[in-house]
């Protein structure tokens, strides 16, 4: 059973907008002062790739040279909740999108490193 759960994808125009949302799928689920919650994607014959990430301490956020501009993260700490603002949406950002826990925010973007994730929610940018 996958640790967190995704919400939020779908189909939209290029252009257009979504929020991806991120929560514990269960109330056991612990996110720690050092860790890092991130985004990761995977799009049809491609490797997955690191998408954006926040710490949990600080709210540092960390972002793709790909998105950087056109999308946002966010966190709200009380709720063990992450979420991703997607603004601009291009075809090439098609893929699923993964939420994930890293507990050593210094390797975000290295997605062997994170011990929890989600099923995955499918976003699909086209007319």
């Known amino acids: 059973q996958a640790q967190l759960v995704e919400y939020g994808g779908g189909l939209v125009e290029p252009g257009g907008s979504l929020r991806l949302a991120c929560a514990p799928s269960?109330?056991?689920?612990?996110?720690?002062?050092?860790?890092?919650m991130a985004w990761f994607r995977q799009a049809p014959r491609k490797e997955r790739e690191f998408v954006a990430g926040v710490t949990w301490r600080n709210n540092k956020k960390y972002y793709a040279d790909s998105v950087k501009g056109r999308f946002t993260i966010g966190r709200v700490a009380a709720e063990n909740a992450v979420w991703l603002q997607m603004n601009a949406l291009e075809p090439d950002d098609t893929a699923v999108y993964f939420c994930a826990r890293n507990p050593d925010a210094y390797t975000y973007r290295d997605g062997s490193k994170y011990n929890a994730w989600g099923q995955g929610t499918r976003v699909t940018v086209s007319s």
């Open positions: 269960t109330p056991s689920f612990t996110i720690y002062a050092n860790d890092i």
